[in-house]
């Protein structure tokens, strides 16, 4: 396979690409019931390379790809990795991953981390009108003592005029950590509105209280529905990242299931707030999206 070639799945519900080499990234998400493209920035370049280290807002903006270990870039907080650098929104979305198997209806893939001494893998199956992802991890055997590790979906979902954000549970509040220096809680009004709730040329990122919300939904002006469940086991934050034309060139929401909070990898373990992986146990956790069409 071409380093650069695109792998397509597809059933009579959804049309999935991914650019299996650049990040394992998927680059759109179509319902082939309504015509409905949800991925931001399918128009971009997909072939367009990115370094190790590069900071992601400086390249191509588009697509879904995976956080790990860390969103914010940081110095790594312990041993044997302390103070490395670990680069923003981590490793993998600059990384080339591994086709291992491929279906017409799905995708297993792996990235290996020389850096932090780890295996990543995730496989993508097309199910009816579901998209879902496994993932596992595993740290290499021969390093010493247990490790902090940060990982977060991002999955920029292009909305429309009127497309609101559901989340289930009715959290009691959200905080708003856009100044990560200054968190506010605010009072959940019972959806989220790109266009009502941040400011042209600004993005905005809220929290939902943990272990509230067990699903998160898009609902498109035509009726068309985007949900979100994942394993709150192993993630039991949920991040919403909303860009109303600061970084995206369309209205974005990103729902960003994660197991860490903040941001920030070092922040996070200092809090106690961060998924551990110990030497040479795999780890598994899921997430899965629903799309049901709406008016054509």
Not at 63 to 70: H, R
Not at 269 to 284: D, I, K, N, W, Y
Request: hydrophobic share 40%; charged share 25%.
């Amino acid at each position: 396979m071409d380093r650069h070639s695109l792998v397509r799945l597809a059933n009579d519900h959804l049309r999935v690409d991914v650019l299996a080499s650049r990040g394992a990234r998927i680059v759109s998400l179509k319902s082939r019931r309504d015509g409905r493209e949800w991925l931001s920035g399918t128009h971009g370049d997909e072939r367009l390379a990115s370094t190790y280290g590069a900071r992601f807002t400086d390249t191509d903006h588009f697509g879904w790809d995976e956080m790990f270990p860390t969103v914010d870039a940081c110095a790594y907080p312990i041993e044997p990795y302390l103070d490395e650098p670990v680069p923003d929104h981590g490793e993998l979305w600059s990384a080339t991953w591994e086709v291992l198997n491929e279906t017409p209806t799905s995708i297993h893939q792996r990235a290996r981390s020389d850096h932090f001494g780890y295996t990543f893998e995730r496989t993508l199956i097309l199910d009816a009108a579901t998209l879902r992802a496994e993932y596992t991890c595993v740290v290499d055997e021969k390093t010493s003592g247990t490790l902090p590790m940060l990982w977060a979906l991002h999955p920029q979902f292009a909305v429309r005029v009127g497309s609101r954000v559901l989340l289930s549970g009715q959290p009691p509040y959200l905080l708003d950590t856009t100044d990560a220096t200054f968190v506010q809680r605010i009072e959940w009004c019972g959806d989220l509105v790109v266009e009502r709730d941040v400011k042209p040329g600004e993005d905005r990122m809220l929290y939902a209280a943990p272990e509230v919300v067990r699903e998160a939904s898009i609902v498109d002006p035509s009726g068309a529905t985007l949900s979100l469940t994942w394993d709150r086991a192993f993630a039991p934050y949920l991040g919403v990242w909303m860009d109303n034309g600061r970084f995206a060139s369309e209205p974005v929401v990103a729902l960003e299931p994660t197991n860490g909070f903040f941001d920030e990898l070092a922040r996070a373990q200092r809090a106690g707030t961060v998924g551990l992986f110990a030497p040479g146990r795999r780890v598994s956790w899921w997430a899965q999206i629903r799309i049901e069409p709406g008016d054509q």
